[in-house]
């Protein structure tokens, strides 16, 4: 095979003097390999720049148990090892698509190149800078990606509890007023006076202000007080008690406030009254019951508009950092739940407003209280506690919890782009370099104090826009 004229065919080398190529043809070696074998797997030592001149070379990534593909290096294309490149292990499997022939050079010969090879070399550093910016980027879209899977599941689970509970209520009301005609019958028979009435009117709609179907009793209690009425409404004759008992709990109603009732009504009344009185309970219980969950639902799908600044342009605005952080918060709701996570949040009212791009601070408030969630899994009493203050011109906001620390060897490392602590698949390593980027983009600075017990994450940002040189 012809290697010099298989290298000159590669796009990068197309204007480079032929000595240069002369020279990679001897240091080089050319191997062939047949479709689907792996060149590389995840963990190989990476020790040699590669050259396609036949067949292609697909990307594969394991993470979060699912095998994703990166993508492909076509005929012609560099991978590999390059000068000054820090890679020593595949990061993914490399897979060959169709038989392919593939060069190499050792990195052993990188000195030489570097010496005496400089436009070679030149071309090489241009490449893996190109590649290291290309990777950098996709691997913050991926970030980004597993941040928004995060919170898109928590959401999914904070929307389903107040859907099911609107879905639940209006079929149990719509079930519930299809017993209108039969009870109205009865309601219609009554012989009543106007001043019965305005009695019977009073004791329903003042139970109704005063109580609206929220009781604070215990289970315990709830049941002593059920079993009370039961024993009264059976002494009366009435029908469906148990019901009748739980709702009448509901709105506080006593036996005092039946003996009351009941010496108002006549006794061949008293069954459609006190018919009349759970029906309206009922309704408004179950009305209530879809206006709060609705409630929620707005709430999450304010919060998350204001999160993602939606429909609104990337410059910087004056804000309230605490509407990021308690947006944040409301979309990691499901997280601190589950982890029975105790808030302390310290943020005072008259805060300044600083000059921020809003969405991107909403980053950093979720990758910060994120990690601190990470941290707080499975600890006994976990905490996470948010305070901001105002410190000259500067804002500065405390991220801290209670967690197991970060060791002191690596914390100079945390906001190095890809380093991580935590598991495959759990972590890119982007999420505080991209953290540190963004406070740097508002001219600020972001730093760590950790020991077991307490990890203390500190953001500093100007509240007046100023340049980053201005910053020292």
Same mark, same amino acid.
């Given at each position: 095979m012809d290697i010099v004229a298989a290298l000159k065919s590669v796009p990068e080398f197309k204007d480079l003097d032929e000595s240069h190529l002369q020279w990679l043809a001897e240091k080089g070696s050319v191997t062939t390999w047949k479709d689907g074998d792996y060149l590389f797997r995840k963990g190989d030592t990476i020790d040699a720049m590669r050259i396609l001149f036949a067949g292609e070379l697909d990307i594969y990534r394991e993470q979060a148990g699912n095998v994703r593909y990166l993508g492909t290096v076509e005929k012609g294309e560099i991978t590999g090892l390059l000068p000054y490149s820090r890679m020593k292990s595949a990061m993914a499997d490399g897979i060959v698509s169709g038989d392919a022939v593939v060069y190499s050079l050792h990195r052993?010969?990188?000195?030489?190149?570097?010496?005496?090879?400089?436009?070679?070399?030149?071309?090489?550093?241009?490449?893996?800078?190109?590649?290291?910016?290309?990777?950098?980027?996709?691997?913050?879209?991926?970030?980004?990606?597993?941040?928004?899977?995060?919170?898109?599941?928590?959401?999914?689970?904070?929307?389903?509890?107040?859907?099911?509970?609107?879905?639940?209520?209006?079929?149990?009301l719509k079930r519930h007023l299809g017993n209108l005609p039969e009870k109205f019958k009865r309601v219609i028979k009554i012989q009543a006076?106007?001043?019965?009435?305005?009695?019977?009117?009073?004791?329903?709609?003042?139970?109704?202000?005063?109580n609206n179907g929220h009781s604070t009793l215990s289970l315990m209690e709830k049941n002593e007080k059920e079993e009370e009425l039961i024993e009264w409404l059976e002494s009366n004759n009435l029908d469906d008690v148990y019901e009748m008992a739980e709702i009448f709990v509901e709105f506080g109603i006593t036996l005092q406030d039946l003996d009351s009732?009941?010496?108002?009504?006549?006794?061949?009344?008293?069954?459609?009254?006190?018919?009349?009185?759970?029906?309206?309970?009922?309704?408004?219980?179950?009305?209530?019951?879809?206006?709060?969950?609705?409630?929620?639902?707005?709430?999450?799908?304010?919060?998350?508009?204001?999160?993602?600044?939606?429909?609104?342009?990337?410059?910087?605005?004056?804000?309230?950092?605490? *509407?990021g952080i308690r947006n944040t918060l409301t979309m990691l709701n499901h997280k601190i739940r589950k982890n029975q996570v105790k808030v302390i949040e310290n943020i005072p009212a008259?805060?300044?407003?600083?000059?921020?791009?809003?969405?991107?601070?909403?980053?950093?408030? *979720?990758?910060?209280?994120?990690?601190?969630?990470?941290?707080?899994?499975?600890?006994?009493?976990?905490?996470?506690?948010?305070?901001?203050?105002?410190?000259?011109?500067?804002?500065?906001?405390?991220?801290?919890?209670?967690g197991p620390g970060i060791p002191e060897e690596i914390q100079d490392k945390i906001f190095d782009s890809f380093f991580t602590t935590k598991p495959v698949g759990k972590g890119t390593g982007l999420g505080l370099e991209v953290v540190?980027?963004?406070?740097?983009?508002?001219?600020?600075?972001? *730093?760590?104090?950790?020991?077991?017990?307490? *990890?203390?994450?500190s953001v500093c940002i100007p509240i007046e826009e100023r340049n980053r040189k201005e910053v020292k």
């Open positions: 052993e010969c990188f000195p030489e190149l570097l010496r005496d090879h400089g436009a070679l070399a030149e071309i090489l550093v241009h490449a893996m800078m190109d590649r290291v910016r290309d990777f950098t980027q996709q691997q913050q879209q991926d970030d980004k990606m597993m941040a928004l899977g995060k919170l898109s599941a928590g959401l999914a689970h904070e929307l389903n509890n107040p859907s099911a509970a609107i879905v639940r209520s209006a079929h149990e006076t106007e001043e019965m009435v305005d009695q019977v009117n009073h004791f329903v709609f003042s139970r109704i202000a005063s009732l009941n010496t108002i009504l006549r006794p061949q009344d008293r069954a459609a009254v006190f018919n009349w009185i759970v029906q309206t309970f009922t309704t408004e219980r179950l009305v209530n019951e879809i206006e709060e969950a609705s409630k929620r639902i707005n709430v999450l799908v304010t919060s998350v508009k204001s999160y993602t600044h939606m429909d609104r342009a990337p410059e910087k605005e004056r804000a309230d950092i605490s *509407t008259d805060l300044p407003r600083a000059c921020l791009y809003i969405s991107s601070m909403n980053q950093v408030w *979720t990758n910060l209280i994120d990690n601190a969630l990470d941290a707080l899994e499975g600890r006994p009493d976990p905490v996470l506690e948010i305070t901001a203050e105002k410190d000259r011109e500067f804002l500065l906001v405390h991220i801290i919890d209670n540190r980027q963004i406070v740097l983009q508002h001219a600020g600075r972001v *730093t760590v104090k950790s020991k077991p017990g307490r *990890t203390d994450f």
